[in-house]
């Protein structure tokens, strides 16, 4: 069974361009989850997804951030327009839609580089 | 609101010897408790949790975590290091929401295995 997919794997851009990152979730998985790392802190949960709708998006830093799940599969994440601080690595994770602790099976990242 | 704090961002260790990586939680809720690993250009892997029942838990690789609710720690251990258990490994709390789960994270703590 394939996991938690995520492109690219690295982008460098520069500051004021728009940058779109991608998760393909495990197959069947309802629940998908969007992290980010900036160097030296720690991972810090973005949004939440269950199918197509956002269930928790507290953890947007601002309107920059667009996330998006059309037809409850695969996720975007675009930063439009990217800022210094936007570097970090980006990660995905996706779980069953279970009560309990559903595991949370987690991409390798996207590392974004904004010059 | 929860939160991670993991003591020690770099830790060294002989090849043979005891790994010992500490973390202490704060939670209003009971909480749901993990350690993932993260090797190099790999995601993140779950290498065990606590949820309930039994304090000590047994994950892969064999390492293990006892949670001490009186302490607020679930602190990592393994009893020979190996020199493939060099990793970032990350401390993270939980809550059961519903079938959904929003983590919060540690900062992390890069673990090194000297010959």
């Known amino acids: 069974e394939a996991g938690v997919t995520q492109f690219p794997s690295h982008s460098v851009i520069e500051k004021g361009q728009t940058v779109t990152l991608r998760c393909d979730p495990i197959s069947g998985h309802d629940n998908l989850y969007w992290y980010r790392r900036v160097m030296g802190k720690e991972i810090k949960f973005l949004l939440h997804?269950?199918?197509?709708?956002?269930?928790?998006e507290s953890g947007m830093p601002n309107n920059r951030f667009l996330a998006e799940r059309t037809g409850g599969t695969y996720s975007t994440l675009k930063v439009q327009p990217a800022e210094l601080e936007d570097s970090g690595v980006y990660f995905c994770?996706?779980?069953?839609?279970?009560?309990?602790?559903?595991?949370?099976?987690f991409g390798p990242g996207t590392r974004l580089t904004v010059l | 609101a929860q939160s991670v704090t993991q003591l020690g961002s770099h830790v060294s260790v002989s090849e043979g010897a005891l790994v010992l990586l500490r973390c202490n939680y704060s939670s209003s809720v009971p909480p749901y408790l993990f350690w993932y690993v993260q090797y190099p250009n790999q995601g993140l892997q779950l290498l065990l949790k606590y949820t309930t029942g039994a304090t000590l838990v047994k994950g892969i690789n064999g390492f293990e975590a006892e949670f001490k609710k009186s302490e607020t720690s679930f602190h990592l251990t393994k009893p020979s290091a190996h020199m493939s258990d060099a990793a970032e490994y990350f401390c993270?709390?939980?809550?059961?929401?519903?079938?959904?789960?929003?983590?919060?994270f540690g900062i992390g703590t890069k673990l090194q295995v000297i010959p």
């Open positions: 997804f269950v199918k197509e709708s956002k269930q928790d």
């Open positions: 993270a709390v939980s809550r059961d929401s519903g079938g959904y789960q929003k983590v919060t």
């Open positions: 994770a996706s779980s069953q839609l279970l009560a309990g602790s559903s595991e949370q099976f």
